[in-house]
């Protein structure tokens, strides 16, 4: 999981049939899902610096490594 600089959770959720990132809010609420087309999500973070709006993903069965352009900025400590 990894978290963005509005406090929004950013989980890999393994429902099968289903591959998804789900973003939740601070209160819980479920904002976004993000379908994968393939792959169990492993790991996910997003990148920093001038990439730090993409969402990196990686996968297993297959092995994958995804980036999803978003319109927010991860959180991290400098």
């Known amino acids: 999981m990894t ?3 509005e406090g929004n959770l950013y989980v890999a959720a393994h429902a099968n049939p289903a591959r998804l990132i789900v973003a939740i809010d601070p209160s819980g609420k479920v904002i976004k899902e993000f379908p994968l087309p393939e792959g169990l999500t492993t790991n996910l ?3 920093r610096g001038e990439d730090a709006a993409s969402l990196y993903v990686t996968t297993a069965a297959p092995w994958g490594l995804w980036r999803i352009k978003t319109n927010k900025t991860g959180f991290y400590l400098n």
């Open 45 to 47: 973070g997003f990148g």
């Open 3 to 5: 978290m963005n600089r």
